[in-house]
């Protein structure tokens, strides 16, 4: 068990609507990382949140955003939503040595 | 932009074989590589890390080494088993951003 949550399990939207994904970890640990994992595919860094603060960011557009709460739980927000934006959603809280530990994920269907 | 590859896509093997997945990048100004297995619909299980300045780890039947400069590590496990069977994932992170290969599904047959 690695401690980290993400919820909810699975969820389906349809075009143009917008979501909303929770991460939370047992450690409150201050950096998080999203991840977007399409099928067949590694996971693609989204960003990163350290201190409530992006703190890095892949190459995806404004639409996608984040927040990272006193607490250090985190959501990721998704506008706009487009087909290709079905995937598995992972977030990921790093260990002692800077290890990434991964939540089960969210599965997002887009119809 | 650092690229990370994995090779093969795909390997079955039958049981007790030992059994070498391979993962290479293009920027060797790493910090450090993460070997991860994923079963279906799942999130990712931390196997092995290794600092930028290591050169190999272990942890049981699993073994993993880096070589920095030629951007590549291996990723050795011995006597597999059929619930070795999942998708193998290496992952570099450089900076604040990580990057992931596309994996190794490994099928390890009775």
């Known amino acids: 068990e690695t401690g980290v949550t993400q919820s909810p399990t699975h969820l389906i939207k349809t075009r143009g609507q917008q979501v909303t994904l929770r991460c939370s970890s047992q450690?409150?640990?201050?950096?998080v990382s999203w991840y977007q994992q399409a099928l067949g595919q590694g996971p693609q860094f989204i960003f990163q949140y350290y201190r409530e603060e992006e703190n890095g960011r892949g190459n995806f557009p404004p639409r996608f955003s984040g927040l990272q709460f006193p607490n250090y739980s985190s959501e990721l927000n998704v506008n706009a939503l487009e087909l290709d934006d079905s995937a598995l959603y992972l977030c990921?809280?790093?260990?002692?040595?800077?290890?990434?530990?991964f939540g089960p994920g969210t599965r997002l269907t887009v119809l | 932009k650092q690229e990370v590859t994995q090779i093969p896509a795909a390997l079955s093997v039958p049981e007790g074989e030992n059994l070498v997945l391979n993962c290479s990048f293009t920027d060797s100004a790493i910090y450090n590589l993460q070997w991860f297995r994923q079963d279906p619909g799942k999130g990712l299980t931390s196997l092995l890390l290794i600092q930028s300045s290591q050169r190999e780890q272990t942890s049981g039947r699993l073994n993993a080494s880096l070589d920095k400069s030629s951007g590549r590590s291996t990723l050795y496990i011995a006597a597999s088993q059929p619930g070795d069977s999942a998708t193998y994932l290496c992952?570099?992170?450089?900076?604040?951003?990580?990057?992931f290969g596309s994996g190794t599904k490994l099928n390890v047959k009775p």
């Open positions: 992952a570099v992170r450089q900076f604040n951003k990580f990057y």
């Open positions: 990921a809280t790093p260990g002692q040595n800077n290890e990434q530990f």
């Open positions: 450690s409150g640990h201050n950096t």
